[in-house]
Structure formats: structure tokens, C-alpha cells
């Protein structure tokens, strides 16, 4: 059985699905017997779950309006880009 | 005369970007107009997330996109132009907190260690659904906090790969680290947060309950 350490190395690779078959059983294997272990993957998960949901990449109004200010300020003194 | 290569975009990249790279670079303002609309909304929330300060964020966000157009000719094409722009901004949010924090130097390329000490301190389970203790300002604000408490180079690569959604290659390729460079930062990261997030998300009653 894979030692607890060597899990948690692989954790990052196995919650990407980026592992070999092989060494994904031998990881989830690891954690039906390691309950410690399974925690640690279960919530890690969330964490990226959580994450992914919450952010929303919209702009403010007001900083969408200054930041095409600026460009064609730019646009307008030195034309075109080298 | 020798025919020039035509870049190649990467299979995923919008399959019009080259076409408005290259009508932007001729002085075509629309055209850089539509590259803004695109991705102004992720390099924004990358920028928050880094410098933690909006007024930063949205210098960042405007240097980011004027150096873009004056460099318009460095772009290679056989990259997305978002990791290219992303490589920029990174760049100049680190500048910022590097200012602000005059006396510490702040770099990607910070010694961190390999995982030797890698402890995850609190073992307890969550609730299946622990986002739904919380209303969604109260959760924004639990989430934003936690990825504050991290170091910036794990912000970084947190936002970059997790919250952003670049593959780890992307990620790499963007932040000028290697993959396992990138790999190491990420787990750290995520672990680091789960640490921080357990505290409001853990299981009522388990407080007692050791799994060791
Ligand atoms: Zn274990």
C-alpha cells in the first residue's frame, strides 16, 4: 500500500485525472483504507469546487470605461503598434 | 522570396484570434477592442487576486493591456494570446506588490520547499454542500480571505490553473516556471486553502472525532 506521503504527492495529479490507471488504483485503493486520507482528498476537491463557482470574472462598469480610455488614448499618440 | 511561416494557433485558441492579433498590429482599434472585451474580465480578477487591492488591480489591468499593444509584434502566435497577456500581468501585479512591500522581494521563483514538511493540520470532514451554510456575499468573502492568507506565488498559480482554468502547461508557459514548478505551488496551494476553508466548512459535530 501506498505510505500516506506518497498519497498526498500524487493528490494533485489524481484530482486533475492526470495519473496512469495503474497508479490511480493503487491511490484509490489508498483511500477506501485510509479514511484520514480520504478526507483530505474529499475536501481538497471542494476546495476546487468551490472556487470554480464562486469567482465571476465580470468588470465593473466604471473600470471596463477607463481602461478603453486609456487604449485609445495610446491608440491615438502613437497610432500604430511598433 | 522564401515563404514565412504561418503561426500555427494552438488547437483551443478561438480560431479568429491570430486574424485580430494581426488587424490589431496594422492599427485596427476595433480589432483590440474585441481582444479587450474578451479577456479584460479574467485579467482583472487575476490582478485582484494577486495585488488583493482594486485600485492596484485596475492599474494592472490597464498597463497590461497599453504594453500588450505596444509589444503587439513580440506576439508569436503560436501561443493564445491570453497566455501571453497573462505573462504581462503577472508581471506587472508582482511589480506592484514588490512596491508596496518595498523591503521584501517578491518572485515566482521563491524557495519553497518540496513537500518534505507538507502537514495538513486539520483532518476534519466537510459538509457534502458546505457552500450552502453560507449566503453567496458571505461566501465570496470567506473565499476571497482564504486565498488572501496565501503567499503570492501560490495565489498565482491557484488562480491561474484552478479558478482561471489554464491547463498546468498554460500555466507554466505563463508564469516562465516548469511543470513539476508549477505542480509543487499548486498543491501547496490547494492544500493551504482547504487548511484555511475547513475552519467554516467542517462537519457540525466532528470536532471531537479523530481520525488518527
Ligand atoms: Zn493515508
Redesign the interface.
Same mark, same amino acid.
Given at each position: 500500500m501506498l505510505t500516506c506521503?506518497q498519497f498526498? $504527492?500524487e493528490?494533485?495529479?489524481y484530482?486533475?485525472e492526470?495519473t496512469s490507471t495503474e497508479l490511480r488504483e493503487k491511490l484509490q485503493r489508498h483511500i477506501t483504507e485510509c479514511?484520514?486520507c480520504w478526507?483530505?482528498c474529499?475536501?481538497?476537491k471542494?476546495?476546487?469546487q468551490?472556487?470554480?463557482?464562486?469567482? $465571476?470574472? $465580470?468588470?465593473p462598469e466604471d473600470?471596463?470605461a477607463?481602461?478603453?480610455a486609456?487604449?485609445?488614448r495610446?491608440?491615438a499618440d502613437?497610432?500604430?503598434?511598433? | 522570396m522564401p515563404a514565412e511561416a504561418t503561426p500555427v494557433a494552438p488547437a483551443d485558441a478561438p480560431s479568429d484570434e491570430l486574424d485580430l492579433v494581426s488587424r490589431a498590429r496594422a492599427g485596427d482599434g476595433a480589432a483590440f477592442s474585441l481582444l479587450i472585451d474578451r479577456y479584460e474580465g479574467r485579467i482583472f480578477r487575476l490582478a485582484m487576486n494577486i495585488t488583493q487591492n482594486r485600485e492596484d488591480a485596475e492599474d494592472v489591468l490597464q498597463e497590461a493591456f497599453l504594453k500588450a499593444y505596444e509589444h503587439l509584434d513580440q506576439f508569436q502566435g503560436n501561443s493564445k494570446f491570453y497566455t501571453w497577456i497573462v505573462r504581462i500581468a503577472v508581471n506587472q501585479a508582482l511589480m506592484k506588490l514588490r512596491k508596496r512591500k518595498s523591503d521584501r522581494t517578491i518572485s515566482l521563483d521563491e524557495q519553497i520547499d518540496t513537500g518534505e514538511d507538507m502537514v495538513v493540520r486539520e483532518v476534519a470532514a466537510w459538509d457534502p454542500d458546505p457552500e450552502e451554510r453560507y449566503s453567496r456575499e458571505e461566501m465570496n468573502g470567506i473565499l476571497t480571505e482564504a486565498i488572501d492568507g496565501l503567499l503570492p506565488i501560490y495565489r498565482t498559480v491557484f488562480t491561474l490553473r484552478d479558478v482561471d482554468g489554464l491547463s498546468t502547461e498554460e500555466t507554466a508557459e505563463a508564469l516562465d516556471l516548469s511543470v513539476p514548478a508549477v505542480k509543487s505551488r499548486l498543491l501547496r496551494a490547494r492544500l493551504q486553502l482547504r487548511d484555511k476553508l475547513t475552519r467554516f466548512f467542517k462537519r457540525k459535530g466532528d470536532d471531537a472525532f479523530a481520525y488518527m
Open positions: 506521503k498526498l $504527492s493528490l494533485t495529479d484530482l486533475d492526470k479514511p484520514n478526507v483530505v474529499d475536501t481538497t471542494k476546495t476546487i468551490v472556487y470554480k463557482g464562486m469567482q $465571476s470574472c $465580470s468588470i473600470v471596463h477607463r481602461l478603453m486609456a487604449v485609445e495610446k491608440i502613437c497610432g500604430k503598434p511598433k | -
